[in-house]
């Protein structure tokens, strides 16, 4: 009797993270909804960057992988970064940034 085997791990395929998302995945949702927002008029705090140090992260991101978060009961910020490695909605959803653990815990605490 055969078995049902899978795919040579070693072979290089070509595709972009936009054909890896179906057109009717929640994430696109969130991502429409959010770029629809005008944060400002909703008194999202804006940073400013300053000379020194790293830029943030916009709003919109973190909004977005908050939203993410939500929608899919990952409610720890550990759990949140770890999903932005491994998870390709959220690679997607984020322009493959993957902000760590503190950043979208001291984002909770602006809103």
Known sequence: MQFITGGCRHQTYFSTLEEQIALDNSVRIIDAF???????KLCFKITVHKSEG???YAPAVLLKLYLYGYL???RSSRKLEKECTR???LQWLLQKLTPNYHTPDSYRDRL
């Open 72 to 74: 899919n009961k990952i």
């Open 87 to 89: 998870n390709i909605e």
């Open 34 to 40: 959010v770029d629809k927002l005008d944060l400002h």
């Open 54 to 56: 790293r830029p943030p």
